[in-house]
């Protein structure tokens, strides 16, 4: 585990997990292999096991720290090729915000809509709702959870 930098939360010879640092939704991580790898089928069997580990304890360490509803796992590596997980959590409050400002009526979650619905409404240097948690307190509850 890497603590030098303040929105890391795990790093091993598999993977890094961190913040996303590009949006300042509490408890939105970005996990990343270090492997290289840029396909669920680069990986080997031991690797594809320990990583669906490392996701599902990194999910429900969100899920308890942000009191996250749902934790959307999306990954795309368009940009970045490098294989990659976005792990998001949807709280009741953010699925709030999200109705109130697009005019969204109750009923079914439109999930990739919430998603970039938020990283559009708040990226790095955006002020967050004053009643969210911080993110750095939402990282040092994360990294001890995942210790």
């Known amino acids: 585990m890497n603590h030098t930098k303040p929105l890391a939360i ?7 997990l961190a ?5 300042v939704v509490p408890g939105y991580l970005v996990m990343r292999m270090r492997t290289g790898a840029e396909s669920f089928g680069d990986l080997s069997t031991g690797g594809a096991r320990l990583l669906g580990g490392l996701l599902a304890s990194a999910a429900a360490a969100i899920e308890t720290v942000v009191r996250a509803d749902r934790v959307y796992c ?3 590596c368009e940009v970045d090729r490098v294989l990659h997980f976005h792990l998001f959590p949807r709280s009741a409050a953010l699925l709030a915000a999200y109705r109130e400002a697009s005019g969204v009526p109750g009923g079914p979650v439109d999930g990739p809509a919430v998603f970039a619905w938020a990283r559009e409404t708040f990226p790095a240097g955006t002020v967050p709702p ?5 993110v750095a307190d939402v990282c040092q509850a994360l990294r001890e959870m995942l210790a």
């Open 74 to 76: 999306l990954s795309f």
């Open 10 to 16: 795990l790093e091993n010879d598999l993977v890094s």
């Open 19 to 23: 913040h996303a640092d590009f949006c």
């Open 130 to 134: 004053a009643d969210w948690p911080k």
